[in-house]
């Protein structure tokens, strides 16, 4: 059976501790543990990053809004999962995302004076650290340099694709037609017709104001099949 113990091992950034050193660091650092009930916001948009908060079990809401609040992009992630670790440090220390429990949701969170007095002195703990923020950053980077979109399917998948946090599972888009149309620099016309044929397709699910895309995974594939 699974304990705790173990179930805290699993979070990135203390994966490969032994347990000598990770017993150390819960004689020495403060863990909050709190538990969500579902719809429970987690972490609001905009609020100062001041600890770092870890997803031991259930699953929660990532929700995005553009600045000119055009639009919200909304993924599913699940424990373990740490939330926003780039947002402790750098010139925005505010979270970019709103994160709202989907189930029932454990967390425990370090406070950030404790993470720089505290964690990271272990060197894996600092390696797990660099690993997360060099791999979003490269990933962030390589988005920049793609290939430009060839039609207007690879326009409405390059959008999806550039928001989110993880290019597998469902994501949802709250956006107003005209808009989505102006976010991809295309008719409203093609983007309508595009989108009903994905739909048509199963890739994707229309509703007022709302796109579903079920399986983001599914589409990028279908995409890179349609190419060849």
């Known amino acids: 059976?699974?304990?705790?113990?173990?179930?805290?091992?699993?979070?990135?950034?203390?994966?490969?501790?032994?347990?000598?050193d990770f017993t150390n660091i819960l004689e020495k650092v403060k863990l909050h543990f709190t538990k969500h009930k579902a719809g429970d916001t987690i972490v609001k948009y905009g609020t100062p990053c001041n600890q770092l908060i870890f997803l031991l079990k259930g699953e929660t809401s990532l929700q995005t809004t553009s600045e000119d609040e055009l639009f919200t992009f909304i993924e599913h992630v699940e424990a373990p999962y740490v939330i926003e670790p780039h947002a402790l440090f750098g010139m925005n220390l505010n979270y970019a995302s709103s994160y709202v429990?989907?189930?029932?949701?454990?967390?425990?969170?370090?406070?950030?004076?404790?993470?720089?007095?505290?964690?990271?002195?272990?060197?894996?703990?600092r390696l797990n650290y660099m690993n997360i923020i060099s791999n979003r950053a490269q990933n962030m980077y390589a988005r920049l340099w793609e290939k430009a979109p060839e039609d207007i399917e690879d326009k409405i998948i390059r959008?999806?694709?550039?928001?989110?946090?993880?290019?597998?599972?469902?994501?949802?888009?709250?956006?107003?037609?005209?808009?989505?149309?102006?976010?991809?620099?295309?008719?409203?016309?093609?983007?309508?017709?595009?989108?009903?044929?994905?739909?048509?397709?199963?890739?994707?699910?229309?509703?007022?104001?709302?796109?579903?895309?079920p399986d983001a995974a599914k589409l990028v594939t279908w995409n890179e099949e349609r190419k060849k």
């Open 101 to 125: 429990a989907r189930t029932e949701v454990h967390t425990i969170s370090i406070s950030k004076s404790l993470v720089l007095s505290g964690l990271l002195k272990y060197d894996i703990f």
């Open 159 to 213: 959008f999806i694709l550039v928001h989110t946090e993880k290019p597998i599972g469902e994501k949802i888009i709250k956006i107003k037609m005209d808009d989505f149309a102006h976010c991809v620099d295309d008719t409203r016309l093609n983007v309508s017709r595009t989108l009903n044929s994905l739909q048509e397709q199963k890739l994707l699910e229309l509703h007022r104001k709302e796109i579903v895309i």
């Open 1 to 20: 059976m699974e304990t705790m113990f173990d179930t805290l091992l699993q979070l990135p950034l203390f994966q490969g501790l032994c347990h000598e």
